[in-house]
């Protein structure tokens, strides 16, 4: 009992000692002091890291001392910015994530109307909305139940697809491969050559593919590449309405894989007989392995290729310990399946920037989104995150400033990717797609089939069943859906 | 231990106790083998782990402490380690202290008072107890929400310390049995000499039932400790540990810094492990449920 | 045996001889109670009648069809509905119901029996029994997240168990012990439900044996004397006499089909196993109105089926073997 006793004694004590400090903590962990001229922005706290905001806030209170802008990171930001967001004194001006469903808190009144930014003028004389692609402009109007006005800006624009150890490349003499044959032939090329894993325990030899169940979603970024390729983008927009002429009532019907998914099949049906079917293409764990050990195979040159996305560099960078990885990385052109048309699928098109209604200082929020579309801002935020590429119009950049980014290989490669291809997205604005808890998606409720289909060794989840029961499914399910998105 | 309690095991009963000892020592290495195995990690640098999963450091160093008592949970400025720590002190001890007291109210009024409608009341404190009802959580933060209780850190750990401060818990089972038990005489005694009921339940009830109380005060606090859900619902603005590792965790993940999350844990287990290695006879001794006759 | 040892009998006694003590007592008798019956008041009568009527309830923002007023409308048992038709054809909503039942399965049919047979062996003093409650008691109070955390690392494929494995020439370079693997899609589940039972057996274990621990100890003699093996005392004397542990605890177990969801969510990082504890809790975090109504009409669809059967379940087990009460 003695030793009970003094133990409630110390306890006591550090609960006097920890409520003073965690007095203190709530005021340095809510606003901080500074009255209505401050804003406080809030950001995703990922692939990109925190050096860009770092960045960004400081040059912009070189320029506006008076200024007070705080930039947090967050890693939650989507779990708590719905309750920030509903408030009257919000805690955050600013939210900056991906997957920010900005429609609806839009048609919930919490988002603060933008049209004002967008006609700002930039330091070069061009409004916020020239600094935009037509595309970032077009999805960023919305109307709330008050006429069409701006609510968000697009905050990045990315590629994926395939990265590859250039230096294994080269010195094999390897071909980067144009089409999907070359693709096909260049696996069986490196299985046959057998190289050895440079270091490795005795055996081991380069596989063309690592890869992680953890994120199997990157394959997608090359197999919605070759859907594009297959059925070109007029199309693909056009089922991603979901019968939105007929009040969405036969939306299902976007599923059907004999006609609006014909071409998503049919690339699915590529990746499938080139990964599923050949389980000697990648690294053998590859179905039940955690994202730190794909990238080690691949920073250990155990792997040639890996489907990734143009946070890669800056990923890879960490996982080696902040260290350089050693070898250059490029981006690949997606391998074409078909024609000659090359397609780029914009990899968090939906990455958002939204101000809250309440928002205590418009005008300081107005110029400081602003600021974000400057000349070098776009470079350190490129520069920073090490192949990001934020979603404003990069070709005002003077020559050399270009040439500074393209200075980092995979920055040139990701730069080559988005300002050659054709740009496109997956990306549906309707209420089916964004009120229903990211069940209507291209892939329903995000259900991937990379993983079970590989772990089948080309078996299962065929394509032809993966796609019927995608149909079946979305064809039940429907109505419930439509329900819980409070359309019918 | 009396020596006629024990078996005298021969042939296959002694067999038998071999192969459970052996199956017990197997799981114990399970359970603790890893936590060496993390206390390694902590020691190693940041690009060892991730080609030398199992061995020893080879440049065991501090680093990996010095960043995760720096380390700050993303998206909670100033909430560290330490001031986690402090956090979910002030969380877990209000908490268990109000929680006991008022449980201990309602268990002895309702084990040693016959008054209309006591049997009704135990009665449904049981079934509230057996048969929760689901999904409330979205009620009950609306609700929260309502009262103000969701505005700043403060409100919010009001709020919690409220929702924790129930008197009809698993608490007031285990005290309301221990009451009921008690003998009467003390308290006779007690009324005979002029003492009030309210002098009796300070004065004689509470010192009586000293040691129940510490036992269920021990379990509650290791219960509120732990908990995740509610802190994570209702004190969003201030992590307790059990939330801000898991965010820590994501973070450390992202940046692949394993051997800082190695040391996130030992942090957080150590000062667990040394006050359950002063205390585990009276925590293994007091954990206990009774039957749940309603 | 209740009338004995309370001071109601007495009471009425008093009353006759003194009123002043009779309100003396109303007074200590309400203010003991105020609180803990105010806060049951609130939080349990109150929350739950207002998680029952948000059940029937739709929330609409601007897009709504035609019929129905921005915010909150009652909508009769339209909510439920939606279920029944998910429940019918969704395969996602199936799986998250047959993810919640496997919990009661595993932790009454496979970790209580274990930890029964465990806990006897313990009470009979299997050599190192201290040193082993101990042990096993530790994953109990080490906060979740940690142990969840332990575990994934540690039965990551390039986690400690596989690799350390691959060393000792166990395994092949890259074969890993798959019924571990919290990372593959078939093997989570499973994976899961081992760290359940690793993870909650100690305490079980425990629990059992405090229980055990009061049982008389003439039974245990003349059970001695009559020379039973260590089946017959187990099945005979043991688990009759704990009885009222095991109903408490089987019970407890049943509860996890609706309170489980931080060890799928943890282990699995999210990915595999949702439960529909999982998908109230995203509700609530989440924190849109238009939500609430789904996950009040699905608690309160869970209570209904739920209730019942564990009333009916303990009705049946406090049936089992006569009263013991120790």
């Known amino acids: 009992m003695k030793a009970f006793k003094s133990i409630l004694l110390v306890l006591a004590a550090a609960i006097a000692a920890t409520s003073l400090a965690a007095c203190g903590g709530d005021n340095e962990g809510g606003r901080p002091t500074g009255g209505n001229g401050s804003i406080v922005i809030k950001y995703y706290d990922g692939g990109y890291g925190r050096e860009w905001a770092d960045d960004l806030a400081s040059r912009y209170k070189t320029i506006h001392p008076d200024a007070d802008v705080t930039m947090e990171a967050d890693l939650e930001i989507l779990g708590t910015m719905t309750s920030a967001l509903q408030s009257e004194d919000p805690d955050y001006d600013i939210f900056i994530s991906h997957d920010i469903t900005w429609q609806y808190y839009a048609l919930e009144g919490y988002l603060a109307n933008l049209d004002a930014l967008y006609a700002k003028k930039l330091s070069d004389g061009r409004t916020f909305a020239d600094a935009l692609s037509p595309a970032n402009r077009e999805y960023s109007k919305f109307d709330a139940g008050e006429g069409e006005h701006y609510y968000k800006v697009n905050w990045t624009q990315g590629a994926g697809g395939l990265i590859y150890n250039v230096d294994m490349f080269e010195e094999y003499g390897w071909e980067v491969p144009e089409t999907y044959d070359d693709l096909k032939n260049l696996c069986a090329q490196i299985v046959s050559e057998a190289r050895p894993v440079k270091g490795g325990m005795g055996g081991q030899t380069v596989v063309p593919f690592t890869w992680t169940n953890e994120n199997e979603y990157l394959w997608d970024y090359v197999v919605f590449e070759w859907w594009a390729q297959l059925a070109g983008t007029e199309k693909i927009s056009q089922l991603l309405q979901y019968d939105k002429a007929n009040n969405y009532t036969n939306g299902f019907e976007s599923f059907n894989p004999d006609t609006n998914y014909k071409e998503f099949k049919q690339a699915y049906q590529y990746w499938y007989d080139l990964v599923a079917k050949n389980p000697n293409y990648s690294v053998s764990a590859s179905n039940a392995q955690t994202k730190l050990a794909a990238q080690g195979q691949f920073l250990r040159g155990e792997a040639a290729m890996m489907p990734y996305s143009h946070w890669a560099y800056y990923e890879l960078k960490k996982a080696n310990g902040g260290d350089d990885i050693g070898f250059e990385v490029n981006l690949m052109e997606t391998p074409l399946v078909k024609g000659t048309q090359r397609y780029n699928y914009l990899v968090g098109f939906g990455d958002s920037i939204v101000v809250s209604k309440y928002c205590h200082n418009m005008d300081l929020a107005i110029d400081f989104i602003s600021f974000m579309a400057e000349p070098e801002s776009l470079v350190s935020f490129t520069e920073k995150s090490q192949g990001a590429f934020s979603a404003f119009d990069y070709s005002v950049l003077p020559a050399e400033q270009l040439a500074r980014l393209n200075s980092n290989p995979f920055v040139a490669s990701v730069n080559k990717k988005l300002t050659t291809e054709t740009n496109f997205n997956l990306y549906s604005n309707e209420p089916i797609a964004y009120l229903t808890s990211a069940t209507v998606q291209p892939w329903l409720a995000n259900k991937y089939h990379y993983v079970p289909a590989f772990a089948g060794k080309g078996t299962t989840d065929n394509p032809d069943d993966v796609f019927a029961e995608m149909y079946s499914t979305a064809k039940a399910n429907w109505r419930s859906w439509l329900y819980n998105a409070g359309l019918v | 231990m009396k020596k006629e309690m024990i078996y005298r095991r021969t042939g296959w009963t002694k067999a038998l106790f071999v192969i459970v000892f052996i199956i017990f020592a197997v799981l114990t290495v399970t359970y603790l083998y890893p936590l060496i195995w993390v206390l390694m990690n902590s020691f190693k640098q940041q690009s060892e782990y991730i080609n030398n999963i199992t061995g020893f450091p080879k440049n065991p160093g501090f680093t990996a402490y010095a960043e995760a008592f720096a380390e700050e949970v993303s998206g909670h400025k100033g909430a560290t380690l330490m001031s986690m720590f402090g956090m979910t002190i002030a969380v877990a001890t209000v908490g268990t202290i109000i929680t006991v007291l008022t449980s201990s109210q309602a268990a002895y009024i309702l084990a040693k008072f016959n008054f209309r409608g006591a049997k009704f009341m135990y009665a449904v404190v049981i079934f509230a107890y057996v048969c929760p009802i689901v999904g409330t959580l979205p009620a009950q933060m609306q609700f929260m929400k309502t009262l103000g209780f969701m505005k700043n850190s403060f409100a919010e750990y009001v709020g919690v310390i409220f929702l924790y401060s129930g008197g009809f818990g698993f608490n007031f089972i285990l005290l309301h049995a221990y009451y009921k038990n008690l003998s009467k005489s003390y308290a006779e005694a007690a009324y005979i000499d002029g003492a009030n009921d309210f002098q009796i339940y300070t004065h004689i009830i509470l010192p009586l039932s000293k040691g129940s109380l510490v036992a269920v005060f021990i379990i509650q606090f290791i219960g509120l400790w732990n908990d995740y859900t509610t802190p994570a619902i209702f004190l969003k603005d201030a992590p307790t540990l059990a939330v801000g590792v898991s965010l820590m965790t994501k973070t450390l993940e992202n940046n692949s810094n394993f051997p800082e999350l190695f040391a996130v844990m030992v942090i957080v287990l150590l000062p667990i492990i040394l006050i359950f290695s002063v205390f585990s006879k009276t925590i293994i001794e007091n954990t206990t449920v009774g039957g749940l006759k309603g | ?326």
């Open chain 3, 1 to 326: 045996m209740d009338g004995n040892s309370s001071f109601g009998n007495e009471r009425k006694a008093d009353n006759k001889k003194r009123g002043r003590h009779f309100n003396v007592r109303t007074l200590f008798i309400i203010l003991m109670l105020a609180y803990p019956v105010l806060h049951f008041l609130v939080m349990w009568v109150f929350v739950n009648g207002y998680s029952i009527a948000l059940s029937f309830q739709r929330y609409f923002s601007t897009i709504r069809p035609a019929g129905y007023d921005k915010g909150w409308n009652f909508v009769g048992f339209d909510n439920f509905k939606n279920l029944f038709n998910l429940i019918k054809s969704d395969e996602n909503t199936r799986e998250m119901f047959a993810n919640s039942l496997m919990y009661p399965v595993i932790s009454c049919l496979v970790t209580l029996p274990l930890s029964i047979i465990a806990a006897y062996f313990m009470y009979k003093k299997v050599a190192g029994s201290s040193f082993f409650r101990v042990v096993f008691f530790f994953p109990s109070i080490v906060p979740l997240i940690i142990l969840t955390l332990i575990y994934r690392y540690s039965v990551a494929p390039d986690g400690l168990v596989n690799v350390l494995l691959q060393k000792l020439h166990i395994l092949e370079k890259g074969e890993i012990v798959s019924f571990l693997n919290v990372f593959g899609e078939d093997t989570a589940a499973g994976a899961v439900y081992i760290f359940c039972i690793w993870a909650g057996i100690g305490y079980n274990i425990i629990l059992l044996n405090s229980g055990m621990g009061k049982i008389p100890q003439e039974l245990q003699e003349s059970a001695m004397l009559d020379g039973a093996g260590p089946m017959t005392e187990l099945f005979r004397i043991v688990i009759p006499l704990t009885w009222p542990t095991i109903t408490t605890m089987f019970i407890l177990g049943m509860m996890s089909c609706i309170n489980v969801y931080m060890q799928p969510k943890f282990l699995t990082m999210d990915k595999y196993g949702k439960t529909v504890a999982w998908m109230i809790y995203d509700y609530a975090q989440g924190g849109r109105p238009g939500d609430l109504g789904q996950a009040a009409s699905l608690g309160l669809f869970c209570t209904v089926i739920l209730a019942p059967t564990i009333l009916l379940v303990k009705h049946f087990l406090e049936k089992c073997f006569a009263d013991v009460d120790f």
